[in-house]
């Protein structure tokens, strides 16, 4: 068995790529690049498997020239070559009307502040196993864990690339995310534009491969791999300057698991990439170049990247999203519109007609402008051709507001927009207002069931990081065997969450009502039947009430122990003084046979 590329002690340059390593970049290398062995059959493996992936990816990729064509042009990337000096031309000449674009950023600004808004909490930490209790050490080290990771997330770029992310989701269906540990934010993300990547899934029918090809100038490549991992030509136009250093390459990237590949020799043998400890690995190289070594070859013990999608179908990689059911109103919305205006143009600027005799005379609709002709015979001498109806533009308006109002609903908007689009009798109170939403979101259901699996990836992903980095706490007994979960507080979940505890709130109140009633008919107090402890504690809880500032049933038992005991203490004098006091009396008490207490000595 062959050598693989990669030792496990070794880190990839682009975790350090930024200024402060480009600095260190000498002007030139003297010694050749270094021949990796085993190169050419991995180099074959990869650009093989690129070109049958580009190949199955065909009608996907025409289909979404389509979409950008008249959604988002800027987001889509036809053909991934270098040195594209046209790549700043006027994109949006398709689209005469907006809506579709105003649907899409309404639709994504939605998803983003539903699902990873960065202003609330939006995941939580906790346990797979519900029947298992945990210490208070458990509990700490969850909410801990928790906090660094929100802590992670907001100084990355993690929130922008994902309000970009839920736009491509929606317009393309499919958008794939990548996370790299970074020597300055701990952790960076990559969102390829649509027409870059590749995706292929594995037998459990989830995406398990990423392929991209996307361009680097020479800067930006030696800043990627530094100049020692560069090949020959990149390091001559390194060393001319000037000019060259704008030089465009297109890299080639795929990540997949880390399975061993044939060495097609005659003997035989297996050739691993990366070492077998890792379970995905990811190449870097130059397209169409065959050099003595990859630019980049590297591990991950977790998955690196995933794929958001908006729904999945079969054995599918890629996704459908909303925008391919609005492409045909999209369409037409921009035929009504160039035909409105038209309509209204032939209203204000009438094509004319004239006399045969003014055919070589100088004529004009402009204001203050004259056109003599010869009116003798009552006939007309210029006049317009066509005449605005008002009824037709009005038409034309109404049939272009439905076809509108169909891609607002094809994009959700009445739903991200719910409340200040409502119309007819406004909700009377908050749990008509939360049931009303929860109708809407059910919607979304399927979608956020999608999103929220990507976005394991992303945290556990995030969570190996933090880890092998040594910025955790040290996991305590109570979690060693047991799996962690990530549950997310979506806006589907939210909804569902309003809707009980305004339910528990109308119940508590309710039952606060009886309470009083019976107290003063004399009847037992019906509050009973309710275990106000858990009641809270569950109103806490589908509140997304902080967990630190709540106690445990432990300190609880401590606290009322202590409060009985205090109790107890402050009870003692008042009852030692009355039973002096009765002793008192009793040692009065005459024995007489005519009052009780002599009957009862006597008897």
Request: net charge neutral; with cysteine.
């Amino acid at each position: 068995m062959n050598a693989p590329l990669r030792q496990p002690a070794d880190f990839a340059p682009y975790e350090e790529m930024g200024p402060s390593l480009l600095c260190k970049q000498p002007p030139s290398m003297s010694a050749p690049q270094k021949t990796v062995e085993d190169w050419t059959r991995i180099y074959s493996h990869n650009e093989e498997r690129l070109a049958a992936m580009r190949a199955w990816r065909w009608p996907w990729w025409a289909h979404w020239a389509v979409l950008a064509r008249f959604f988002v042009p800027f987001r889509y990337i036809w053909l991934v070559v270098a040195n594209r000096m046209w790549r700043g031309a006027p994109v949006n000449d398709s689209i005469i009307d907006s809506t579709g674009q105003l649907a899409v950023r309404t639709c994504k600004s939605g998803m983003w502040t539903g699902l990873t808004s960065p202003s609330r909490p939006w995941f939580k930490m906790g346990i797979g196993l519900p029947w298992v209790k945990l210490d208070a050490a458990g509990k700490m080290w969850l909410e801990d864990t928790e906090q660094k990771i929100y802590a992670v997330l907001a100084q990355s770029n993690f929130y922008d690339r994902m309000s970009q992310l839920f736009g491509d989701e929606i317009l393309f269906g499919t958008a794939p995310l990548i996370c790299y540990e970074d020597a300055e934010d701990i952790v960076r993300f990559y969102l390829p534009c649509a027409g870059e990547y590749y995706l292929d899934m594995g037998a459990r029918l989830s995406n398990d491969t990423i392929a991209r090809e996307f361009t680097y100038n020479v800067k930006q490549l030696v800043e990627f791999a530094t100049l020692e991992k560069c090949p020959e030509v990149v390091r001559k136009l390194w060393q001319q300057g000037g000019a060259a250093m704008q030089q465009e390459f297109v890299v080639c990237h795929m990540i997949e698991p880390n399975y061993a590949l044939d060495s097609r020799k005659k003997n035989g043998g297996k050739i691993w990439v990366v070492p077998s400890i890792f379970v995905w690995r990811e190449v870097y190289w130059l397209k169409g170049m065959k050099t003595d070594a990859p630019l980049v070859c590297r591990g991950f013990h977790v998955q690196p990247h995933a794929a958001f999608l908006w729904t999945q179908t079969g054995n599918e990689p890629y996704g459908r999203g909303p925008c391919m059911d609005a492409l045909g109103d999209v369409k037409q919305t921009q035929v009504m519109t160039i035909r409105e205006n038209e309509y209204l143009e032939k209203g204000v600027r009438p094509p004319m007609g004239a006399d045969v005799g003014m055919k070589n005379e100088p004529s004009s609709i402009m204001p203050a402008m004259i056109t003599y002709f010869d009116t003798s015979g009552g006939k007309k001498g210029f006049f317009p051709l066509f005449e605005v109806n008002p009824i037709w533009l009005e038409g034309i308006r109404k049939g272009k507001a439905e076809v509108n109002a169909r891609i607002d609903k094809c994009l959700f908007v009445d739903l991200f927009m719910a409340i200040s689009r409502m119309e007819g009798v406004q909700p009377r109170n908050e749990l008509e207002l939360t049931k009303r939403d929860l109708e809407r979101l059910q919607e979304l259901g399927p979608v956020i069931s999608l999103n929220e699996g990507a976005l394991d990836i992303v945290i556990r992903r995030v969570l190996d990081i933090l880890t092998r980095r040594k910025l955790l706490e040290v996991l305590p007994d109570s979690l060693k065997t047991v799996p962690l979960k990530i549950t997310y507080i979506s806006i589907m979940r939210l909804a569902q969450k309003s809707a009980e505890a305004v339910a528990m709130k109308d119940g508590l109140t309710t039952a606060m009502t009886l309470s009083t009633a019976a107290k003063n008919a004399g009847l037992p107090d019906p509050l009973r039947v309710i275990n106000l402890d858990k009641a809270t504690r569950h109103y806490l809880e589908i509140t997304n009430f902080n967990n630190g500032s709540v106690w445990t049933d432990d300190e609880v038992k401590v606290h009322d122990e202590i409060r009985a005991k205090a109790t107890q203490q402050a009870q003692a004098p008042g009852m030692a003084m009355a039973a002096a006091q009765g002793a008192k009396i009793l040692s009065e008490a005459g024995l007489s046979p005519d009052n009780a207490l002599g009957a009862i000595v006597g008897r």
